[in-house]
């Protein structure tokens, strides 16, 4: 068989955002078997899209809404993504600001592709998104981690992230509300963040899909003190339980939404109009559909923190906002890969390693908890049963 060659970009996008998935895809697979797996790996909520947004894309669809669109999105959608974002940042944006992609994911390639390449630096806040590394690296750039620490709660070392700024840096790279640790970025801290853009001309990518899961849909942002530097990426996937859907969008200056949409052309050629038009109506009840998101994962959040904080070496960290607990599982003489292999290996629970977050959250494991009530009664009650044979069996 011939040795076929491929491109150095292989490498780039393997690593630990590709490997984190490997137990949530077996357990994804054994439950599509029909095997009692309790899938907690994912931020897929589980609870419907709003059935009005529903019933818009089928009415589309019936309609022949499957054709050709503009590659960076209708305009009437973009004018309301503008409008959603003058009322959650109060950033004076219009439709030539906005630009769609296939989801939040697709969004940050597209950015890192616009922003860096060889040579640069990208500097990200850890704990950071898995893919997040790669995402950056695939252009050649370097993705610089600035990292926390479990005991100071995970928020970032703003001395250090000052320290990380080299002539190579172009931007720096983080979510708020934070994925995995829930963390949401003070204004204070924010302010930091935009002396360092300011003084050294750095972009902002602000990641910030779970901003309508903060409290009251809002959180702090640079967006109108640095409209010409700052990117935000956003996405119905976790507002609305539309992950499955694909679309997110960018909120950038005009010149950078200009050439991301020749980006666009030659990678998706437009976003499909009868999804588009669903969002369009999905805006329409934000308001509503994040509020119900919201209580959803608060009673969530509750009863798997209940659940989980009465077991022995295991210390839970409760987000301000999101879907997912960081859980401390050092305790137990695991680290977060060996708890989420050995756990799934006896219990059939899929949780995801911390330690593909960032070096700092080696020792957790991150868990969704945007599930059914019963199903996170009964996946404590699996972990508890975990945590005590394997203590036993140390012991």
Known sequence: ???????????????????????????????ERGEDVILLSVGDPDIGTPAPVVERAVEQLRAGDTHYTPSGGRRHLREAIAAEHRRRYGQPVEAD???????????????????????????????????????????????????????????????????????????????TPSNPSGVILNEAELQVIGELARRHDLWIIADQVYAGLAPGGRVPSLANALPDQHLTICSLSKSHAMPGWRMGWLVGPKPFVVHADNLVMCMLFGMPGFIQEAAVTALSISEQAERNIRDYCARRCELMYQGLAGIAGLRCHRPEAGMFMLVD????????????????????VS????????????GVVRICFAVEEQTIEEACRRIARFVSSHVNASG
């Open 1 to 31: 068989m011939k040795s076929m060659r491929y491109s150095h970009l292989v490498q780039r996008i393997a690593g630990e955002g590709s490997d984190a998935w490997v137990t949530h895809y077996e357990a994804w697979a054994a439950r």
């Open 97 to 175: 600001n906005v630009i769609l992609f296939s989801g939040a994911q697709n969004a940050l390639f597209a950015t890192s592709l616009c922003l860096a390449g060889e040579g640069d630096e990208v500097i990200a806040l850890d704990p950071m998104y898995v893919t997040y590394r790669a995402t950056v690296e695939v252009t050649g750039a370097k993705l610089v981690r600035v990292g926390t620490s479990v005991a100071d709660g995970l928020r970032p070392d703003l001395d250090r992230l000052a320290a990380a700024v080299t002539p190579r840096t172009r931007a720096i790279l983080f979510s």
């Open 329 to 348: 599982v050092s305790g137990t003489g695991m680290n977060g890969r060996q708890f989420m292999r050995a756990l799934y290996a006896a219990e059939q």
């Open 351 to 362: 949780v995801l390693d911390g330690g593909v977050f960032g070096r700092d959250t080696a």
